[in-house]
């Protein structure tokens, strides 16, 4: 009995060893560093992105709201200008304005204006509504 009981202890023993030596441990404990540092790297990345906003002054504006409309409707430079000359033209209360009021873009369609093509493809864009073209025959 007596043997048995010195036989379980070796075992134990060498068991405990084994995994002492083992590199999976420390293999793992690697693995999770980097992997909370990465996380640590993104997490500061988005508060400087965000305390950078907020210095800048844009948070909250008109400008930004518009800015943001824009890149969120994938908007080109060139789209971006035509959207402010006619905010500029029709000077609503915000900028911003004419990306809920299609009346806004019409009203620069039926202007004459070399750029009604332009404010044509920006109420497809925005609004789903494509210009009526006359009959051809």
């Known amino acids: 009995m007596l ?12 068991i405990a060893r084994s995994s002492y030596h083992s590199t999976t441990m420390s293999d793992n404990l690697f693995l999770i560093s980097w992997m909370g540092l990465i996380v640590a790297f993104w997490v500061g990345l988005y508060y400087f992105d965000k305390w950078r906003k907020s210095r800048s002054g844009l948070v909250g504006s008109a400008k930004s709201l ?6 969120t409707h994938g ?28 009346q806004i873009l019409a009203r620069c369609q039926k202007a004459p204006s070399p750029e009604k093509e332009g ?14 073209q006359p009959a051809s025959n």
């Open 75 to 102: 908007l080109s430079r060139k789209e971006r200008s035509l959207l402010l000359r006619a905010a500029k033209l029709y000077q609503p209360l915000e900028p911003a304005v004419i990306f809920v009021d299609p």
């Open 3 to 14: 043997n048995l009981i010195f036989a379980r202890t070796r075992s134990l023993d060498e």
């Open 66 to 71: 518009f800015l943001e409309l824009c890149r």
């Open 119 to 132: 404010y044509a493809g920006l109420s497809a864009k925005l609004f789903g509504i494509k210009s009526k």
